[in-house]
């Protein structure tokens, strides 16, 4: 089984056409459910239920602090090499950009580790660019038994694996991945990464499935909006969520809908996504999937984030840097994209409290149940 067959049965469905239908009785009768269908959230995606992005905030408000309480989860991302193979028209890292690029060894990614660990922080995401040659899964595997020395949760965001090579993983310290699937849309993800290993739209869909049956313990999954039309691909992250939750019940599961973001070169995106369906989006999927993570990063700018966070996000990132090497300084790589949420993680714990959440940086398995406990 593989969520590929959920997507195949929505070949040719028309999007538009059903967001077009929906009318605003339905959208009262879907906020009324306790449990939503998938076509319950696509109705939640349309321009119909625009008009009704009060009271499903506050449903998704209420959902969320009935399921997370006032806990945010904070994490950084570890960048520890930026060499690609991949041409992806929207990134810094691809390898047609003439950048500074930049690999890190074992002793700096230590003195990275530690710089960041020093500040607090115990969950960190290990990032690197899409080339298997340069940060080879051994490479990876060293670089975060080392990581985990300093950290007590790290994910890795790189290129697919096998199961095989993610049970590695596992057995040297990750509990976490996060993949987005960049575009749902099968034709448009192989129009956009033509001639690159990455040019395998299945083998990347069914990633998460394969970390969690090796036992990675957490997997968030998501479409990077600008790419394609983005009701359709909403709807098809929060459908790879409810499928990861469903086949995977003890794996932690979340959701992300990262916009895209200035780089080094001007890309034209399919469409501009605004603040409004960004915001209907995040609320339709807390309503669809009321006991899956949402992830918010620094794409997105500080004031945006903080009025977005009583809305259904449980997590978010502090600290960041897209460059690899960037915690430390003199670094002289690209970044992978420019940030709009600069805020250090101090300054990000102290404005959380002030908007009434508490800001957890340990795993999620251990403080999350042990907050449900009390």
Request: proline share 5%; glycine share 6%.
């Amino acid at each position: 089984m593989s969520f590929y067959n959920t997507i195949k049965q929505y070949e040719n469905f028309d999007f538009s056409g059903y967001c077009a239908s929906v009318t605003p009785q339905q959208v009262e009768t879907i906020l009324d459910k306790d449990k939503l269908s998938n076509l319950d959230y696509l109705s939640l995606l349309s321009e119909t239920a625009t008009a009704y992005l009060e009271p499903m905030a506050q449903k998704a408000h209420a959902l969320t602090k009935k399921n997370f309480g006032n806990v945010m989860f904070v994490f950084t991302p570890l960048y520890i090499s930026d060499h690609c193979d991949n041409g992806c028209p929207y990134c810094s890292f691809a390898r047609q950009h003439r950048i500074a690029r930049n690999h890190l060894s074992f002793e700096k990614i230590r003195q990275e580790a530690e710089a960041i660990a020093a500040t607090g922080m115990r969950h960190i995401l290990v990032l690197t660019g899409e080339s298997r040659p340069v940060a080879s899964p051994e490479y990876i595997r060293e670089a975060v038994s080392i990581i985990s020395d300093s950290f007590s949760s790290v994910s890795i965001e790189v290129y697919p694996m096998s199961q095989e090579e993610y049970s590695a993983l596992v057995a040297f310290g990750t509990d976490g991945l996060t993949l987005y699937q960049e575009a749902y849309n099968e034709a448009k993800y192989h129009e956009l990464h033509r001639g690159g290993p990455k040019d395998n739209y299945q083998f990347r869909l069914d990633a998460p499935d394969r970390a969690a049956m090796a036992g990675v313990r957490s997997v968030t999954v998501g479409a990077l909006m600008g790419l394609f039309e983005p009701r359709s691909e909403a709807f098809f992250a929060g459908l790879h969520a409810r499928y990861i939750q469903k086949n995977h019940p003890s794996v932690e599961t979340s959701v992300a809908f990262p916009r895209l973001r200035p780089m080094v070169r001007d890309f034209e995106p399919y469409c501009k996504v605004s603040d409004t369906l960004y915001v209907q989006m995040l609320l339709a999927a807390r309503l669809f999937l009321p006991r899956c993570g949402i992830t918010v990063s620094t794409r997105e700018s500080k004031r945006f984030r903080d009025a977005i966070a009583p809305l259904g996000v449980t997590k978010m990132s502090a600290g960041v840097s897209t460059a690899v090497g960037g915690h430390a300084p003199n670094s002289i790589s690209t970044a992978q994209f420019d940030i709009a949420d600069t805020r250090s993680l101090d300054e990000m714990k102290a404005d959380l409290a002030k908007l009434g959440f508490q800001p957890v940086l340990q795993d999620w398995n251990s403080d999350f149940l042990a907050l449900r406990e009390k």
